[in-house]
Every structure is written in structure tokens, then in C-alpha cells.
């Protein structure tokens, strides 16, 4: 395939054309690779795996659909038997009242044969609408059963972020799947029912419907192939222009090109693009229409070659005129039947490289699964000890954890600083189970995480993020949300509602509660950054609340929207979660919230630089004292570095 052609505008904005890195992408390739004989050769296999999926699906169904076409392939044979019939009748000697006679039967029995067929295929299309949502449902909630139960890391892992993404259309294609292996079954069973026909009328003419059909196909095959690449060249100028025009529309958007004038610039480079992706499409036209016209020349020219043969039959005696009646009618539509035989399989195997992705997927899935067993939790878990942790991402050569180590006794408060990057988010997915450390141990109430019943292990942890989910549902329920499991009335959120500071915040609200928090949908209200918070953080004081049994709380960063204010409740609330059957673990970069910690960790590029109180800490005049310090600079009063004052002096131009 050759290389699509790179507009100015694309390679100026970004750097050249603009290809997606997802796994759908890769079939791009694939497809094109794609020739009658490989596409014939996979036929039974892909073939084999959705009647497979439709067999679990619904059995009575797929047996129906199955009879039914081979009952169409038995009319269609005998309806060309009944044609054959006529034109004996209509073209032997006698009287036209006479001849006219002895077809009557035939044509009823055609009449007949043709009823009994459009029934049959009512009864098939019925039967194939009621197999494919099912198998598309099924093909769905495997693959979002296998995606949810997997290992976080796999999450993390670019390869398998691709999988996931790319086994999505699966579930689609399984369904499309179903229609497309039908008509290809009903293709195969016509064509081999008038093949059939025409060796019975005479030998000679099944290696005419060949000659007729193969150019047909081929064209079908090619011009298919043709359309793709067309697509594949010019979707890409397409796919650029689109990203302009969403973010010349889009609300985050809106304020920059406005004032930075960039709605001008980027509505220029658009239409730069749009001009070079008509002109693709201008000229891949071009091309369709050509590879067709050849197409439809060479299936004309064995057409005529082949009527040709038959007039030389039927004028050396060899061919009876009903014969070649019949034959001519055969010949017609067993190539049309060739054709959208083509067509079909060209579909199937399109098809069928999704389906293969979901296939894949769920094996992977299935290897990365979190484990469904294992040791069951104690009530009492005394402690949380993280021994001498290592974590690595699949993708990187530096290790985020390197050897840490730090004990979470039940009723403390513990908390996590370092600077960005030093290790802190994938310390706390670490102790919250998400993450299994390649090298130390997690270990609760004294036995190693590997050997837990994870579930158990999940049940016990309540986390609250910077970037913790806003679910597109009610208030009520992103606050239930935090135990879903457990059902609850507005009036039992109250305290959590009431601790989280977040009263205000639902009052405001039209409909309190019950007010649907999502933007995109009609009637629905939005929250701004810091109101969010709130939410969140009374989901967490309802999950911790509906838990008896020994918890760690991980809280990362839950105050960066709040005004100062909120910042100081927030942090007393989060405080007072402590008791006696909780661990609390903070990790933030706002020192006030922390001094008050009975353990402060400093981590340092993944490793563990101090340790201690707040005291201890500040005495040592290390890392942790200069990172207080730092902070507290910002607050005192003074001249202030970093920001340049208005009076203060221009730093010289470099020569
Ligand atoms: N999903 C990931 N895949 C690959 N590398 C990651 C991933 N998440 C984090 N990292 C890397 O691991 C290191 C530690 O990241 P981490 O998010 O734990 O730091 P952090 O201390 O929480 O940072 P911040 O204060 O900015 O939130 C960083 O170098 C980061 O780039």
C-alpha cells in the first residue's frame, strides 16, 4: 500500500499524519493481505467458531436457520427443474393451447417451490434476528466480565490497554457475523444446487458458469480491496480534520481560541486538510471506476464467450433448445449467487479479525486475571506491613518502589510526602492490593497478600483520589457507590453527607439528592472541582462507616480543589476517621496536612529517604524539613522568590 500523501497542515501540527495507536489499526494491513484463496481457505474455521457462539446461544434457533437454507438450496434446485420442465413443454411441438397444457404442472410446481422458499427464508431471517443479540450479548458480558477481573497491571500495560481496546468491536462483529455466515451458507447451498442442475442438463456447462463467475468474483474481490485502501488513505486526512473540528467546538477548549485567536489559526489548517482529503477521494474514485470497468469487461466477455459455446451446442445438435433456456436462467443466477458469494466471504473475514481479537483477549484476560481464591481474611488484622517493596511498570526500566518498607498499625495515621513522580500513587495501588509487588511482601495481619483472597483484601480498603470516579449517576449514589452492594435511604446519607462538609453543596442542587451529576445528560447538574471533593469525600466516610471489621483508608491528594478553608476540615475530617479498627494513610503535598501524622514516610525516586514525626523530622534537618520549609516560605511575609515583582529590576537579555 502506498504511502497516503501528508498535507502541509498535518505535518505542521503534528509532525506528520495522524495514525491511531490502536489495536484496530493493525487489521488495516491484514485486510488488504487478504486474497480469494486465503479468505476461502479460513472459511470453515470462521465459519466453525460462530456457529459455535450460536450453538451456546440458542440451539433450536441455529438448527432452524440451518434447515431452513438447506431447504432454500433444495427449492432453488427444484424450481430450476421446473423451469426446465416449462421450456420442454413450452418449446415441444403441438398446438400453443397444448404446449401451454403440459407446463401447467411445472409452473405450479415453480409457483409452489417459490412460496415454500420465501417462506423458508422468513422462517431463517426470524430465527438469524433472534441469534444475534444473544450472541452479541453473550460475546459482551464475556468481555466485560474478563476486563473488570483483571490484574490492574494489565490495566497499566499499553499492549494489553490495545487488546482491550481492539476486542471491544468483537461482540459487534460476532453479531454481524451471524448474517454474513448466512447468506454465505444460502450462497453455497444455491450454487451447489444449480451447479448440480446445469452437470444433470449438460456436462458442459458447469465449467461455463466458472468461466462466467470467476471474473466476477475476482472483480467483487478486487474492487472491495480497491474501496478499503481508498478508505484507509483518505480517513486519515478525515480522522485530522475531525480532531480540529472537535476542539474548535469543544467547552475546554473554548476560552484559548477565543483569546489566543486559535479558532482562526486551527479553522485554516482544516480546511488545508479537508482539501487534500478530497483530493485523495477524487482520485481513489478515479481508480474504483477503472478496476470496475474491468471487471464488468471481462465477466461480459466469458458471458458472451460462453453463450457463444452454447449457440455452437445447440446449432451442431448437441444442445437442446429447453435445455439452453434453462441453462441461460442457471447461468445468471449462479453468478449472481458467485457474486454475493464473494462478497459475503469478503465480510466474514473482516469480520472475523475482530472476533479473533476478542477470542484473544479473553485467553489473556483469563491469564491475567486476579486469582478468585485464596486464604481468608481475619476480622482482626492488628497491622498492614509493606516488607522491603519493589514495583516496576511493564514499561519502564527504573523501578517507581524500590525496597520500601512501612508499617500501618490499626488507629494511626501515617502519612506519605515525596516529590512528583518519588513513588507515592503506586505505593498506595501496592498496599491497596491493586498492585502486587515483584519483590518484599505486603502483608496483612501477618500473612502475605499473595496467598489472600483478594476480594477480601478489596473489602477492607476504602481509597479516595484526586482523580477518584465521577460516576454519571445520582448524588445519592456516588455517595452509595462507595459500598453499592449495601442499599441505603437519602436520610442514611446524611451524616456522611453532614462529615464531608458536603451539605451546602447538596442544597444547592435542584432536586438535592436525587440530582443527577452529569453534565452531558438533560436536567443533570455539574459540580465544580472542590464540590466533587466533597462528594467524595462523604462516599469514603460511607464506605469506612459500613465496615466493622479492621480497614485501611488511602487518601491521595483529596484536597487539592478546596479552598483553604474546606482544606483544614478536610484534613481534621479525614483525622477523625482513625479508630481503632482503621489505619488512615495520606499522601499529599500540602505539609500543614500532614504535621499532625504519628509517622511521616519521605519517599525519594522510589525509595525510602526518611521517616519519623513531625518533630523528628523537622529536627533532623533533612529532605522533609527543607520540603516544610519551602511551603511555609510561600505563606510568610516578605519578598517572595520565584515570582518577579513589578518593581524589581529586568533580568538582562542574554547576548
Ligand atoms: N501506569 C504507569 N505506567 C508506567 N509508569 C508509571 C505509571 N504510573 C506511574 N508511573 C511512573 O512511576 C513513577 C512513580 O509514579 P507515581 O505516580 O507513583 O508518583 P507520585 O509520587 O504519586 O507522583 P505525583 O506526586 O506526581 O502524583 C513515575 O516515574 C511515573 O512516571
Known amino acids: ?59 433450536p434457533a441455529l438448527l432452524v436457520v440451518a434447515a431452513s437454507e438447506v431447504g432454500q438450496g433444495i427449492a432453488a434446485a427444484v424450481g430450476l427443474l421446473a423451469v426446465n420442465a416449462v421450456m420442454h413443454a413450452l418449446l415441444g411441438g403441438g398446438e400453443p393451447v397444448d404446449r401451454l397444457h403440459a407446463a401447467l404442472p411445472a409452473l405450479v410446481a415453480g409457483a409452489l417451490v417459490a412460496v415454500v422458499n420465501a417462506g423458508l427464508a422468513g422462517l431463517s431471517t426470524s430465527r438469524a434476528g433472534r441469534l444475534e443479540p444473544l450472541v452479541e450479548r453473550i460475546a459482551t458480558t464475556e468481555y466485560l466480565e474478563a476486563a473488570t477481573a483483571v490484574e490492574l497491571e494489565a490495566i497499566e500495560d499499553p499492549e494489553f490497554r490495545r487488546l482491550i481496546d481492539v476486542a471491544q468491536y ?15 451458507l444460502n450462497g453455497t447451498i444455491s450454487l451447489v444446487a444449480t451447479a448440480g442442475i446445469l452437470t444433470v442438463l449438460h456436462p458442459a456447462l458447469l465449467p461455463m458458469l466458472l468461466l462466467i463467475a470467476a471474473p466476477r468474483g475476482w472483480g467483487a474481490m478486487r474492487v472491495a480491496q480497491e474501496r478499503y485502501v481508498s478508505v484507509m488513505n483518505w480517513v486519515e486526512h478525515v480522522r485530522a480534520g475531525r480532531l480540529i473540528g472537535n476542539l474548535l467546538t469543544e467547552r475546554d477548549a473554548a476560552q484559548e481560541v477565543r483569546i489566543h485567536g486559535v479558532g482562526r489559526y486551527l479553522l485554516e489548517k482544516y480546511r488545508d486538510m479537508a482539501e487534500s482529503a478530497e483530493a485523495e477521494q477524487k482520485r481513489l474514485a478515479d481508480g474504483k471506476a477503472l478496476t470496475e470497468l474491468v471487471a464488468a469487461g471481462l465477466s461480459g466477455l466469458a458471458m458472451a464467450g460462453t453463450y457463444g459455446v452454447m449457440l455452437g451446442l445447440i446449432l451442431s445438435g ?45 485467553v489473556e484476560a483469563a491469564r491475567r486475571g486476579i486469582p478468585t481464591t485464596g ?22 526500566e527504573e523501578p517507581a518502589l524500590d525496597g520500601v518498607s512501612l508499617v500501618l498499625p490499626m488507629g494511626s495515621v501515617t502519612a506519605v510526602v515525596g516529590e512528583n513522580g518519588s513513588g507515592k500513587s503506586t505505593l498506595m495501588k501496592v498496599l491497596a492490593g491493586l498492585l502486587l509487588p515483584q519483590g518484599g511482601s505486603v502483608r496483612w495481619g501477618g500473612v502475605d497478600l499473595a496467598g489472600l483472597d483478594r476480594s477480601q483484601v478489596f473489602d477492607r480498603v476504602s481509597l479516595l483520589t484526586q482523580d477518584f470516579q465521577r460516576w454519571p449517576v445520582t448524588a445519592a449514589l456516588n455517595i452509595r457507590i462507595g459500598r453499592p452492594a449495601t442499599r441505603a435511604a437519602d436520610a442514611e446519607l446524611r451524616p456522611s453527607v453532614d462529615y464531608a462538609g458536603a451539605a451546602p453543596v447538596v442544597a444547592k442542587l435542584p432536586h438535592g439528592l436525587r440530582t443527577l451529576l452529569a453534565r452531558m445528560f438533560r436536567g443533570a447538574s455539574e459540580l465544580s472541582g472542590g464540590e466533587w471533593q466533597k462528594i467524595g469525600l462523604a462516599r469514603t466516610h460511607w464506605r469506612t462507616e459500613t465496615s466493622a471489621a479492621d480497614s485501611v483508608l488511602i487518601v491521595d491528594e483529596p484536597t487539592s480543589a478546596l479552598d483553604p478553608e474546606a482544606e483544614i476540615a478536610a484534613f481534621d475530617a479525614i483525622r477523625r476517621l482513625a479508630g ?76
Open 170 to 184: 468483537g461482540a459487534a462483529s460476532a453479531r454481524r457475523m451471524i448474517g454474513a455466515c448466512v447468506a454465505a
Open 375 to 396: 486464604q481468608d481474611l481475619p476480622e482482626r488484622l492488628g497491622r498492614v506491613v509493606l516488607d522491603g517493596v519493589t514495583y516496576r511498570y511493564p514499561d519502564r
Open 318 to 362: 448437441h444442445m437442446g433448445l429447453a435445455v439452453a433456456g434453462t441453462a441461460v436462467i442457471a447461468v445468471r443466477t449462479g453468478s449472481a449467487s458467485l457474486g454475493a458469494l464473494v462478497m459475503n466471504v469478503n465480510q466474514l473475514h473482516e469480520e472475523s479479525l475482530y472476533v479473533q481479537d476478542h477470542d484473544r483477549f479473553l
Open 580 to 655: 481503632p479498627h482503621r489505619a488512615v494513610v495520606l499522601v499529599t503535598h500540602r505539609m500543614s496536612g500532614v504535621r499532625h501524622a504519628d509517622t511521616i514516610y519521605v519517599l525519594d525516586r522510589g525509595r525510602l529517604a526518611e521517616q519519623g514525626s513531625h518533630d523528628t523530622l523537622m529536627a533532623a534537618r533533612g529532605r522533609y524539613a527543607a520540603m516544610f520549609d519551602t511551603q511555609a516560605a510561600q505563606y510568610a511575609p516578605g519578598p517572595r522568590t520565584g515570582v518577579p515583582h513589578p518593581s524589581a529590576p529586568p533580568v538582562p537579555e542574554p547576548s
Open 1 to 59: 500500500m502506498a504511502e497516503p500523501t501528508v498535507s502541509d497542515a498535518e505535518r505542521e501540527l503534528f509532525g506528520g499524519p495522524l495514525r491511531y495507536d490502536a489495536g484496530w489499526a493493525e487489521h488495516e494491513r491484514a485486510w488488504l493481505d487478504l486474497t480469494m484463496l486465503s479468505a476461502i481457505r479460513a472459511m470453515p474455521r470462521l465459519v466453525g467458531g460462530t456457529l459455535r457462539r450460536a450453538w451456546a446461544a440458542d440451539r
